[in-house]
């Protein structure tokens, strides 16, 4: 037999519905102002896409220029991260490193100094788990609630508004949290618990990085065995090889418009940034005694690359590394 309101009230029960009219209750509406923090290459479309929806916006960023796509789509400019909490309820971050994320919140001028009470704190960066629960716990006793949600599907994603959002925190503040990210993202995903959203997304990112090593060494190879790439792409593409490094991001020049291989590996995700993120999922697999060599080795390669001029490049110019490798 079903068990009636009255019973769940009793328990202190809430279904998911219920859950998600308690998040609404405080979600800001596109009346209210949402503050934004780090224009790059992710992050400017992610902030152009809550304008097309609506949104009023307040952005920063430590580059003044990085700000002039958002100001001249409508957004509001704010002079610091805290100037940013004082107009805004909601803030998303999208920043590069942990580092940055703490000097972004709990800096001198940072959020945490002028954070509102109530305040919904969303970090799209990718970062240490222990650092996300530092700055939740310093948020939690302000008043406010700090989620991890970084992102994948990189800068294509992000300008279309097809996002997926890995999410961890409260599940009361996923559903306040949930209709905004998905003026980003296609798929908005609750993780779990505060700091799974960061244990998804470096599971993830080792995962691409061996994928894209390994599409660049088979496209090598057939290239050197005289095979077409546009047409060993082809062949890959509807065939067991298939994965999203051959068919959306392949990192072979003028085998695919519109990705970083055909812009000179220009934009995008930079090999410092993956870099930076093997270093994450291998601490992860050392502290959890998870057998990664495949990861390891990835590492390795990212690592070199960035010291033989690759850092600043499109994470899937290893095509071109691989290339210059006697």
Same mark, same amino acid.
């Given at each position: 037999?079903?068990?009636?309101?009255?019973?769940?009230?009793? +328990?202190?029960?809430?279904?998911?519905?219920?859950?998600?009219?308690?998040?609404?209750?405080?979600?800001?509406?596109?009346?209210?102002?949402?503050?934004?923090?780090?224009?790059?290459?992710?992050?400017?479309?992610?902030? =152009?896409?809550?304008?097309?929806?609506?949104?009023?916006?307040?952005?920063?960023?430590?580059?003044?220029?990085?700000?002039?796509?958002?100001?001249?789509?409508?957004?509001?400019?704010?002079?610091?991260?805290?100037?940013?909490?004082? =107009?805004?309820?909601?803030?998303?971050?999208?920043?590069?490193?942990?580092?940055?994320?703490?000097?972004?919140?709990?800096?001198?001028?940072?959020?945490?100094?002028?954070?509102?009470?109530?305040?919904?704190? +969303?970090?799209?960066?990718?970062?240490?788990?222990?650092?996300?629960?530092?700055?939740?716990?310093?948020?939690?006793?302000?008043?406010?609630?700090?989620?991890?949600?970084?992102?994948?599907?990189?800068?294509?994603?992000?300008?279309?508004?097809?996002?997926?959002?890995?999410?961890?925190?409260?599940?009361?503040?996923?559903?306040?949290?949930?209709?905004?990210?998905?003026?980003?993202?296609?798929?908005?995903?609750?993780?779990?618990?505060?700091?799974?959203? =960061?244990?998804?997304?470096?599971?993830?990112?080792?995962?691409?990085?061996?994928?894209?090593?390994?599409?660049?060494?088979?496209?090598?190879?057939?290239?050197?065995?005289?095979?077409?790439?546009?047409?060993?792409?082809?062949?890959?593409?509807?065939?067991?090889?298939?994965?999203?490094?051959?068919?959306?991001?392949?990192?072979?020049?003028?085998?695919?418009?519109?990705?970083?291989?055909?812009?000179?590996? =220009?934009?995008?995700?930079?090999?410092?940034?993956?870099?930076?993120?093997?270093?994450?999922? +291998?601490?992860?697999?050392?502290?959890?005694?998870?057998?990664?060599? +495949?990861?390891?080795?990835?590492?390795?390669?990212?690592?070199?690359?960035?010291?033989?001029?690759?850092?600043?490049?499109?994470?899937?110019?290893?095509?071109?590394?691989?290339?210059?490798?006697?």
């Amino acid at each position: 037999m079903a068990l009636s309101r009255s019973v769940f009230r009793l +328990l202190g029960w809430r279904s998911t519905a219920s859950l998600a009219a308690l998040g609404s209750r405080h979600y800001s509406s596109a009346d209210e102002v949402v503050g934004f923090i780090g224009l790059g290459n992710m992050g400017t479309p992610m902030a =152009q896409n809550l304008l097309k929806k609506g949104h009023k916006l307040i952005v920063y960023d430590v580059i003044p220029t990085s700000l002039e796509k958002a100001i001249s789509a409508g957004a509001e400019k704010a002079d610091s991260p805290a100037h940013v909490a004082q =107009q805004a309820r909601t803030i998303v971050t999208m920043l590069p490193a942990g580092t940055h994320v703490l000097e972004c919140y709990e800096g001198r001028n940072g959020i945490l100094s002028s954070v509102q009470k109530n305040a919904l704190l +969303l970090d799209s960066s990718t970062i240490e788990a222990a650092t996300a629960k530092q700055v939740a716990a310093s948020a939690e006793k302000l008043g406010a609630s700090y989620m991890d949600a970084p992102v994948s599907g990189g800068v294509g994603a992000a300008t279309k508004g097809v996002l997926t959002f890995m999410v961890g925190g409260e599940e009361h503040s996923f559903h306040r949290a949930k209709p905004l990210l998905e003026c980003m993202g296609k798929n908005v995903v609750h993780c779990g618990p505060l700091g799974t959203g =960061q244990a998804a997304k470096i599971c993830n990112n080792m995962l691409l990085a061996i994928s894209m090593i390994g599409t660049s060494e088979a496209l090598q190879l057939g290239i050197n065995l005289g095979l077409d790439p546009v047409r060993l792409s082809a062949i890959i593409n509807t065939a067991s090889g298939r994965c999203w490094s051959s068919d959306t991001y392949n990192p072979c020049p003028g085998v695919m418009e519109g990705v970083p291989a055909s812009n000179q590996y =220009q934009g995008g995700f930079g090999t410092s940034l993956m870099a930076k993120d093997l270093g994450l999922a +291998l601490d992860a697999a050392n502290t959890t005694k998870s057998a990664t060599p +495949l990861g390891s080795l990835a590492n390795q390669i990212y690592r070199l690359m960035c010291q033989h001029g690759y850092a600043g490049k499109d994470f899937s110019s290893v095509f071109k590394y691989l290339e210059k490798i006697d």
